[in-house]
């Protein structure tokens, strides 16, 4: 499960976690222009992955497509995000 939501101390930025099974990792970046930008950190400290997409021509900004690439081991996915009602 992935959780985002507005950055405390950057204006224009989100700030979250994401959940696979038992680990976690912190989520920090910004959505600019319909273009996702996310950076992932396992340790809180180093990028672990990044995440790369862009906002779904007509869905009103509710569904990012894009890639998450892992830095070790070199492993990109594709993903699909979509907007959870409750947040604005």
């Known amino acids: ?3 985002l939501g507005p950055h ?35 340790n809180g400290t180093n990028i672990s992955a990044t995440w790369t997409g862009q906002v779904v021509d007509g869905s009103c900004g509710q569904e990012i ?3 998450w690439n892992n830095v070790h081991p070199t492993l990109s ?7 959870q009602p409750g947040w604005q």
């Not at 996915?77 to 907007?83: E, G, I, P």
């Open 65 to 67: 497509r894009g890639t």
């Open 77 to 83: 996915l594709a993903f699909v995000l979509r907007k």
């Open 8 to 42: 405390p101390e950057l204006a224009e930025s989100v700030r979250g976690t994401v959940q696979r099974g038992d680990a976690s990792a912190l989520l920090s970046g910004d959505v600019d222009a319909g273009e996702l930008a996310l950076e992932e950190s396992i």
């Open 1 to 3: 499960m992935l959780q």
